[in-house]
């Protein structure tokens, strides 16, 4: 995939990965972050420090350059003046112009502390109990004589009580935030309430501000000791023109202040070539002299009156403003190319994850299918296995029933009933029993009456199957019947008791009916049928 003209699909996953952090943290085109990190062997940390801190000639680049001595034409920012100027010349040609200076990102050394070591703070403790004592007396008469007039105060301690704005004594380095919000302070103190809207962070923060927003950076640098600062200050920097000008949205100024007398102020005055006070400076992306560079685009040393402050300013401003707007469109295009490509990464990644959700519940359907299969499989075994067992149990008992006592036998010891059997069973069966025999044997004779009745038929099946007869009885084998016996007046349900006796039961004759035993989920189906037809 090729993106600005740079084919992505070339680079590596590191690579890849480098170019993603190094966008997201500085929101630079891939055309241009590209050969940054090439020229900083792809280590993220020095493309992003040259990034913001600029960067120095490639020795290795002018090298290639020089070797092939190829002509190249320096950027050039003209104004109407200089074209009038250039052709009012013989030539018609406008003199090259210089390239601004850079502007070098600042960042003060962060205050390292010594801490003395334990031997020499037991030897000096004396001298420090006794200095502080010294220092706090002082302080006491300091504090005493600051309520005596001015013209009888004495001169030493009229100085040492300066302080503030103006204040040369006791200014303590501070962290590049509080410095600036201690320089508003004054700045305030000093002159009032001002509508100026001071950058309250560091002098590096303020650049990086401006570079991030492409905005331009206006450094005001005091001098409160000298003297030109206060008329300064209250002719041009706070009157209405530039208070309105600078708050004006549509210039994108970020202001940033500082008292030399502070540490950074003060290293920004040498890094900036400040020689005259009061001092200002405009600096801005200049992305034709490189696409990360901050450059210098005007400098303003001394007082002035605010007309004239305010159109320099101008001037500087219209001159690199379409620049800033090149570059700012193009960034909106890359923002809006990066939200395009993460929208259709996340309804990719979720069309991906429905399709796997859809596969998940398919393979987890066919898996419960699969397992109701088998389920259904092994019943059906069982139930094989359950009703080959029961077929052997009723030929192994019919071979166990005692035959019917013939007509010779005592009346007494003979019981004589009549059977009412299922239909299918063959009607109404009249037999005798021995009176010992139990009431589970009369089960069994039910049970097993179509192979008591035609034991030819049985045989001859058999024979026809092949199959040879198993009438041993089964083993693992609980018997269940599926019918009862019972007296029809008065009801009398007979249960397959192995101790019962018919003749102690039943007595010496009886009418029993054989009732088919429905099971509990035919019974529930049967009555939900039967609420159907009654809806």
Same mark, same amino acid.
């Given at each position: 995939?090729?993106?600005?003209?740079?084919?992505?699909?070339?680079?590596?996953?590191?690579?890849?990965?480098?170019?993603?952090?190094?966008?997201?943290?500085?929101?630079?085109?891939?055309?241009?972050?590209?050969?940054?990190?090439?020229?900083?062997?792809?280590?993220?940390?020095?493309?992003? &420090?040259?990034?913001?801190?600029?960067?120095?000639?490639?020795?290795?680049?002018?090298?290639?350059?020089?070797?092939?001595?190829?002509?190249?034409?320096?950027?050039? /920012?003209?104004?109407?003046?200089?074209? $009038?100027?250039?052709?009012?010349?013989?030539?018609?040609?406008?003199?090259?112009?210089?390239?601004?200076?850079?502007?070098?990102?600042?960042?003060?050394?962060?205050?390292?502390? /010594?801490?003395?070591?334990?031997?020499?703070?037991?030897?000096?403790?004396?001298?420090?109990?006794?200095?502080?004592?010294?220092?706090?007396? %002082?302080?006491?008469?300091?504090?005493?004589?600051? %309520?005596?007039?001015?013209?009888?105060?004495?001169?030493? @301690?009229?100085?040492?009580?300066?302080?503030?704005?103006?204040?040369?004594?006791?200014?303590?380095?501070?962290?590049?935030?509080?410095?600036?919000?201690?320089?508003?302070?004054?700045?305030?103190?000093?002159?009032?309430?001002?509508?100026?809207?001071?950058?309250?962070?560091?002098?590096?923060?303020?650049?990086?501000?401006? #570079?991030?927003?492409?905005?331009?950076?206006?450094?005001?640098?005091?001098?409160?000791?000298?003297?030109?600062?206060?008329?300064?200050?209250?002719?041009?920097?706070?009157?209405?023109?530039?208070?309105?000008?600078?708050?004006?949205?549509?210039?994108?100024?970020?202001?940033?202040?500082?008292?030399?007398?502070?540490?950074?102020?003060?290293?920004?005055?040498?890094?900036?070539?400040?020689?005259?006070?009061?001092?200002?400076?405009?600096?801005?992306?200049?992305?034709?002299?490189?696409?990360?560079?901050?450059?210098?685009?005007?400098?303003?040393?001394?007082?002035?009156?605010?007309?004239?402050?305010?159109?320099?300013?101008?001037?500087?401003?219209?001159?690199?403003?379409?620049?800033?707007?090149?570059?700012?469109?193009?960034?909106?295009?890359?923002?809006?190319?990066?939200?395009?490509?993460?929208?259709?990464?996340?309804?990719?990644?979720?069309?991906?994850?429905?399709?796997?959700?859809?596969?998940?519940?398919?393979?987890?359907?066919?898996?419960?299918?699969?397992?109701?299969?088998?389920?259904?499989?092994?019943?059906?075994?069982?139930?094989?296995?359950?009703?080959?067992?029961?077929?052997?149990?009723?030929?192994?008992?019919?071979?166990? @029933?005692?035959?019917?006592?013939?007509? &010779?036998?005592?009346? #007494?010891?003979?019981?004589?009933?009549?059977?009412?059997?299922?239909?299918?069973?063959?009607?109404?069966?009249?037999?005798?029993?021995?009176?010992?025999?139990?009431?589970?044997?009369?089960?069994?004779?039910?049970?097993?009456?179509?192979?008591?009745?035609?034991?030819?038929?049985?045989?001859?099946?058999?024979?026809?199957?092949?199959?040879?007869?198993?009438?041993?009885?089964?083993?693992?084998?609980? /018997?269940?019947? #599926? $019918?009862?016996?019972?007296?029809?007046?008065?009801?009398?349900?007979?249960?397959?008791?192995?101790?019962?006796?018919?003749? &102690?039961?039943?007595?010496?004759?009886?009418?029993? @009916?054989?009732?088919?035993? @429905?099971?509990?989920?035919?019974?529930?189906?049967? &009555?939900?049928?039967?609420?159907?037809?009654?809806?």
């Amino acid at each position: 995939m090729a993106d600005n003209g740079v084919d992505l699909s070339q680079l590596s996953p590191e690579q890849q990965s480098a170019l993603e952090q190094y966008t997201q943290v500085t929101a630079q085109d891939i055309k241009d972050a590209v050969p940054l990190l090439e020229r900083s062997q792809w280590n993220v940390q020095i493309a992003i &420090s040259k990034f913001f801190d600029g960067e120095g000639p490639d020795p290795i680049a002018e090298a290639l350059e020089a070797q092939n001595n190829i002509p190249r034409q320096a950027a050039r /920012h003209e104004n109407l003046q200089e074209s $009038f100027m250039a052709s009012s010349r013989p030539s018609g040609r406008a003199l090259p112009r210089l390239r601004p200076d850079p502007a070098p990102r600042i960042v003060p050394p962060p205050q390292s502390t /010594h801490r003395t070591p334990l031997l020499f703070s037991i030897i000096f403790s004396p001298f420090t109990f006794g200095f502080r004592a010294v220092s706090t007396l %002082f302080r006491t008469f300091l504090y005493i004589f600051a %309520f005596l007039p001015a013209s009888v105060r004495p001169r030493a @301690i009229t100085t040492s009580m300066t302080s503030g704005w103006k204040g040369t004594m006791g200014r303590r380095m501070l962290m590049p935030r509080d410095t600036a919000a201690r320089f508003k302070r004054e700045f305030e103190e000093e002159y009032g309430n001002t509508s100026l809207p001071w950058h309250e962070g560091g002098f590096a923060q303020a650049l990086d501000l401006a #570079k991030s927003e492409l905005k331009f950076l206006l450094i005001v640098l005091m001098s409160p000791e000298h003297d030109d600062t206060e008329s300064y200050t209250r002719e041009t920097l706070l009157s209405p023109e530039t208070i309105n000008f600078i708050n004006d949205p549509a210039n994108n100024i970020v202001l940033w202040g500082g008292n030399v007398l502070d540490s950074e102020a003060y290293q920004v005055a040498a890094e900036y070539n400040c020689t005259k006070f009061p001092f200002s400076c405009l600096v801005c992306l200049t992305p034709k002299e490189g696409s990360t560079r901050m450059s210098i685009v005007k400098r303003l040393a001394g007082p002035m009156s605010p007309q004239t402050y305010i159109a320099e300013i101008q001037t500087a401003i219209n001159k690199y403003a379409p620049d800033l707007a090149g570059v700012r469109a193009d960034r909106a295009a890359q923002d809006l190319a990066r939200n395009l490509r993460t929208e259709q990464d996340s309804a990719y990644e979720r069309s991906l994850a429905r399709d796997r959700e859809r596969a998940r519940q398919r393979k987890e359907a066919e898996a419960q299918a699969k397992l109701a299969e088998e389920q259904a499989r092994e019943q059906a075994l069982v139930a094989e296995r359950l009703a080959q067992k029961r077929e052997q149990w009723r030929r192994w008992r019919a071979t166990t @029933i005692a035959p019917e006592p013939d007509s &010779s036998a005592d009346p #007494k010891a003979v019981v004589r009933l009549a059977l009412k059997m299922p239909d299918n069973a063959g009607g109404r069966v009249v037999r005798r029993f021995a009176a010992t025999t139990t009431v589970e044997e009369l089960y069994a004779f039910v049970e097993c009456y179509d192979l008591l009745t035609n034991p030819d038929e049985e045989v001859n099946r058999e024979k026809e199957s092949g199959e040879e007869s198993d009438r041993e009885r089964p083993e693992d084998y609980t /018997h269940e019947y #599926k $019918f009862r016996i019972a007296a029809p007046m008065p009801r009398v349900v007979y249960q397959p008791d192995e101790s019962a006796t018919l003749g &102690s039961t039943i007595g010496r004759s009886g009418n029993l @009916i054989v009732e088919s035993v @429905i099971p509990d989920d035919d019974e529930e189906e049967e &009555s939900d049928s039967g609420e159907e037809d009654v809806e």
